[in-house]
């Protein structure tokens, strides 16, 4: 039996550095792949590859010459800063996507793909909670990409057999690497701004609920995704998954709990807009059953965990 080797590219990013070391931890054998180094430092010892997603080439050759088995392509332009720059989000995105699925096709040896959809899929029209297969009109270049994406998804699935699987997720908030230009960011900067002195600034409404999970359930997502029989899953796009919903008020006065002195003021920008088109929460009674998604953090949890890896981190953007 070949042992599997499982390639994360956009490892050194807010989820690839959680996810490369939940499977470090986990024993499996790892490649990372991204165009930045890593920097956390139980990473270093691991192989990696400077490599751009949208050079396919490159990409092909070192998938081959490390025999990888299991690729995480995790590298994208988020939802604010797409908006800032269409073109490279829209050739990032869909070129990176396409690159990896045809690779996959080629490659016999590479058994299984994941890749992280979004709740930026849904737009107005979905409702406050999104079903499964609710409406889609996404209104970011990113949500357009992620939708597209899932598409193109099944159609490899279904048309070049290969073993695709993907979720949509939430704002993700963990603390060992800074997220990079979401609509969801606050959620993971304000704890980098707690004991200051000054109010942390939100850049969304007070009240403005989205969906959100802790890291530790993201990347509990996505390995127990991949390690699910294919005849279970009985998605071929991306499988909602939901843990907790909460708006920027709901969560300062969570962190007041921990930190009485904690001042906030909100002053909404551009990116105000793209929260409001998005749903407050997702249906995930498929993944639930398919897969077995149980989320273990809630807010309480969520922010009790950020608080304990302040003390002992540098900060995320240092
Ligand atoms: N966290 C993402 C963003 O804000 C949503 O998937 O762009």
């Not at 959809?117 to 979905?126: K, L, M, R």
């Not at 390995?223 to 998954?241: D, F, H, K, Q, V």
């Amino acid at each position: 039996m070949v042992r599997d080797v499982h390639c994360i590219i956009g490892a050194s990013g807010q989820l690839g550095t959680e996810l490369a070391l939940g499977l470090k931890r986990a024993g499996e054998q790892l490649v990372l792949m991204d165009i930045k180094q890593p920097v956390y430092p139980e990473l270093l010892d691991l192989p990696f590859e400077m490599i751009d997603v949208c050079e396919r080439g490159g990409l092909a050759d070192r998938l081959g010459a490390h025999r990888v088995t299991h690729v995480y392509h995790l590298a994208a332009a988020l939802s604010a800063r797409g908006e800032q720059d269409p073109q490279w989000a829209w050739n990032l995105n869909m070129k990176g996507l396409l690159n990896v699925l045809d690779i996959a096709h080629a490659m016999p040896g590479i058994r299984q793909v994941f890749w992280p959809s979004s709740i930026a899929v849904f737009g107005p029209g979905s409702g406050p909670i999104a079903a499964q297969s609710g409406h889609r009109l996404p209104a970011t270049v990113y949500g357009i990409s992620k939708n597209v994406g899932e598409h193109w998804c099944a159609w490899y699935h279904q048309n070049r057999n290969v073993d695709v699987r993907s979720v949509r997720y939430p704002g993700l908030v963990g603390s060992l690497a800074p997220p990079g230009g979401g609509t969801t960011d606050y959620a993971v900067e304000v704890f980098d701004h707690i004991g200051e002195g000054l109010p942390y600034r939100c850049f969304l409404e007070a009240g403005e609920v989205l969906p959100m999970m802790h890291m530790g359930d993201a990347v509990e997502a996505a390995l127990g995704l991949m390690a699910a029989p294919r005849s279970a899953l009985r998605c071929a796009e991306a499988y909602n998954i939901q843990a907790m919903s909460f708006s920027p008020e709901e969560l300062f006065l969570e962190i007041r709990r921990h930190a009485p002195d904690f001042a906030f003021e909100c002053i909404p920008d551009f990116r105000q807009d793209i929260a409001a088109g998005w749903p407050d929460g997702l249906e995930d009674s498929m993944a639930r059953a398919d897969w077995g998604w149980a989320p273990k953090v809630d807010l309480p949890a969520l922010v009790a965990s950020m608080m304990e890896a302040r003390l002992s981190r540098l900060p995320l953007n240092a």
